[in-house]
C-alpha cells in the first residue's frame, strides 16, 4: 500500500524549503556584512537595513524547522491509519435481488463499519460497477469522514443493461489526511455476483398474448389417449372385444343398450434441449443487440413455454466445443 505526496504537500514542501535557503543566505549576507565591516568598509549607506533584514534569519529558520516537523509528523500519523486503519475497515455489500432479467432494477447497499480508534478524516469511497449497468438513481461514489467506531452506508439502484454474469467490485477506498497532504488507496476484494437473464419483454408480451386469447397458451401439446383409471376423462365408446372388461361403463352400457367403456386421456411431457451458437461470428450487430442477444431472447421464450407446460427442458452452449450443458429438467426453479 503507497502512500503518496499530494500536490498541496508540494507547494507546502517547497515553500518549506525555499524557507531553509532563505535563511542561510541571510546568514551569509550577515557574515559577508561583518567582514566587509572589519575590513573598514562601511556598507550601510548601500543597504541601511541590512542588518535589520539579516535579523530575522533565526526566525525564519525557526519557523522552517517547524514547518517541516509538522510534516513529519502528519505523515506518521496518516501511515499508521493507512496500516493499521484501512485493512481492518469491514465492509459488506447487500443486493436486492442477485438474479434479474435484462432492464430490469436492483438495489446496492454498501456498509463500511470503523473498528479502530482512529479518525479517518476523509475517506473517497467507490463501489466498482460494470459497464453493462447503468445506475439510475443515486452515485456508487461517496466522500465523508468516518469516525471511530462509526459507519457509513451508500445506496445505489442499477438497471441491467446486458446478460451474463456480472460481478460488482472490488471496492475502492482514497484515504486522504485532514491536511490534505497525503494520499493512499487500496482494492478491498469485496465482489458480488449478479446474474442477468435475457430480456423479459418477449415473456410479458406472451403472458399478456395468452390473457387476450382468454388463457390460450401458444405451443399447447396434442393429448394421447390412455385407457385405465387415475386419468382425465375424455369420452365413452363402444366396447370391443380387446377392451379389458374393467373399463365397461355398466350404468352408460344399461342406459344406452349396448356396452360402452370408458376412455381417458393424458398430456404428453416432451423433451426439449436449446442449442444456443456462442461462436465468435454471434457477436456481430449493435451492442447490446448483437446476434447472441437475439438467440439468448428466443431461448429464454422457449424454455418459458417449456416451464408453463411442466415440460422436460435444458440448454447446451457451444462453438468448436461445448462450452456448457444443462441436463433437462423441469419447474421454474430450473427456469431460474
Given at each position: 500500500?503507497?502512500?503518496?505526496?499530494?500536490?498541496?504537500?508540494?507547494?507546502?514542501?517547497?515553500?518549506?524549503?525555499?524557507?531553509?535557503?532563505?535563511?542561510?543566505?541571510?546568514?551569509?549576507?550577515k557574515?559577508?556584512?561583518?567582514?566587509?565591516?572589519?575590513?573598514?568598509?562601511?556598507?550601510?549607506?548601500?543597504?541601511?537595513r541590512?542588518?535589520?533584514?539579516?535579523?530575522?534569519?533565526?526566525?525564519?529558520?525557526?519557523f522552517?524547522?517547524?514547518?517541516?516537523?509538522?510534516?513529519?509528523?502528519?505523515?506518521?500519523?496518516?501511515s499508521?491509519q493507512?496500516?493499521?486503519?484501512?485493512?481492518?475497515?469491514e465492509?459488506?455489500?447487500?443486493?436486492?435481488?442477485?438474479?434479474i432479467?435484462?432492464?430490469e432494477?436492483?438495489?446496492v447497499?454498501?456498509?463500511i463499519?470503523?473498528?479502530?480508534?482512529?479518525?479517518?478524516?476523509?475517506?473517497?469511497?467507490?463501489?466498482?460497477?460494470?459497464?453493462?449497468?447503468?445506475?439510475?438513481?443515486?452515485?456508487n461514489?461517496?466522500?465523508?469522514?468516518?469516525?471511530?467506531?462509526?459507519?457509513?452506508?451508500?445506496a445505489?439502484?442499477?438497471?441491467?443493461?446486458?446478460?451474463?454474469?456480472?460481478?460488482?467490485?472490488?471496492?475502492?477506498?482514497?484515504?486522504?489526511?485532514?491536511?490534505?497532504?497525503?494520499?493512499?488507496t487500496?482494492?478491498?476484494?469485496?465482489?458480488?455476483?449478479?446474474?442477468?437473464?435475457?430480456?423479459?419483454?418477449?415473456?410479458?408480451?406472451?403472458?399478456?398474448?395468452?390473457?387476450?386469447?382468454?388463457?390460450?397458451?401458444?405451443?399447447?401439446?396434442?393429448?394421447?389417449?390412455?385407457?385405465?383409471?387415475?386419468?382425465?376423462?375424455?369420452?365413452?365408446?363402444?366396447?370391443?372385444?380387446?377392451?379389458?372388461?374393467?373399463?365397461?361403463?355398466?350404468?352408460?352400457?344399461?342406459?344406452?343398450?349396448?356396452?360402452?367403456?370408458?376412455?381417458?386421456?393424458?398430456?404428453?411431457?416432451?423433451?426439449?434441449?436449446?442449442?444456443?451458437?456462442?461462436?465468435?461470428?454471434?457477436g456481430?450487430?449493435?451492442?447490446?443487440?448483437?446476434?447472441?442477444?437475439?438467440?439468448?431472447?428466443?431461448?429464454?421464450l422457449v424454455?418459458?413455454?417449456?416451464?408453463?407446460?411442466?415440460?422436460?427442458?435444458?440448454?447446451?452452449?457451444?462453438?468448436?466445443i461445448?462450452?456448457?450443458?444443462?441436463?433437462?429438467?423441469?419447474?421454474?426453479?430450473?427456469?431460474?
Amino acid at each position: 500500500m503507497k502512500i503518496r505526496i499530494t500536490n498541496v504537500a508540494g507547494v507546502y514542501l517547497l515553500i518549506t524549503f525555499f524557507g531553509f535557503f532563505f535563511a542561510l543566505s541571510l546568514y551569509q549576507l550577515k557574515y559577508l556584512l561583518s567582514f566587509l565591516m572589519a575590513s573598514g568598509i562601511d556598507v550601510r549607506f548601500l543597504f541601511p537595513r541590512a542588518l535589520d533584514i539579516v535579523s530575522f534569519a533565526p526566525w525564519l529558520l525557526i519557523f522552517s524547522g517547524i514547518l517541516l516537523f509538522a510534516f513529519v509528523l502528519s505523515y506518521l500519523r496518516f501511515s499508521m491509519q493507512v496500516r493499521v486503519t484501512l485493512p481492518r475497515l469491514e465492509i459488506t455489500r447487500t443486493i436486492s435481488n442477485s438474479k434479474i432479467f435484462q432492464g430490469e432494477l436492483t438495489s446496492v447497499r454498501v456498509r463500511i463499519y470503523n473498528p479502530t480508534l482512529f479518525d479517518l478524516d476523509r475517506v473517497i469511497l467507490t463501489d466498482m460497477v460494470p459497464d453493462t449497468f447503468d445506475i439510475v438513481f443515486g452515485e456508487n461514489h461517496i466522500e465523508v469522514n468516518i469516525p471511530a467506531g462509526g459507519e457509513i452506508e451508500l445506496a445505489y439502484i442499477l438497471r441491467a443493461a446486458a446478460r451474463g454474469v456480472h460481478m460488482i467490485g472490488p471496492v475502492n477506498i482514497m484515504l486522504i489526511d485532514k491536511s490534505y497532504f497525503f494520499a493512499a488507496t487500496v482494492e478491498m476484494p469485496v465482489l458480488s455476483e449478479i446474474r442477468v437473464f435475457p430480456s423479459y419483454r418477449d415473456i410479458k408480451r406472451l403472458e399478456m398474448t395468452q390473457k387476450m386469447m382468454g388463457g390460450f397458451l401458444p405451443g399447447q401439446h396434442t393429448m394421447f389417449k390412455i385407457k385405465g383409471s387415475g386419468y382425465d376423462f375424455h369420452q365413452l365408446r363402444q366396447f370391443y372385444h380387446s377392451d379389458p372388461l374393467k373399463l365397461i361403463d355398466w350404468k352408460a352400457s344399461a342406459r344406452l343398450g349396448k356396452l360402452m367403456v370408458r376412455e381417458y386421456h393424458g398430456e404428453r411431457v416432451i423433451k426439449i434441449y436449446i442449442v444456443i451458437d456462442t461462436s465468435y461470428t454471434m457477436g456481430y450487430g449493435y451492442r447490446r443487440f448483437t446476434k447472441l442477444d437475439f438467440a439468448t431472447r428466443a431461448g429464454a421464450l422457449v424454455a418459458y413455454l417449456a416451464q408453463k407446460l411442466q415440460d422436460f427442458f435444458g440448454v447446451m452452449l457451444f462453438s468448436s466445443i461445448v462450452h456448457n450443458f444443462v441436463k433437462a429438467g423441469r419447474g421454474r426453479g430450473h427456469f431460474m
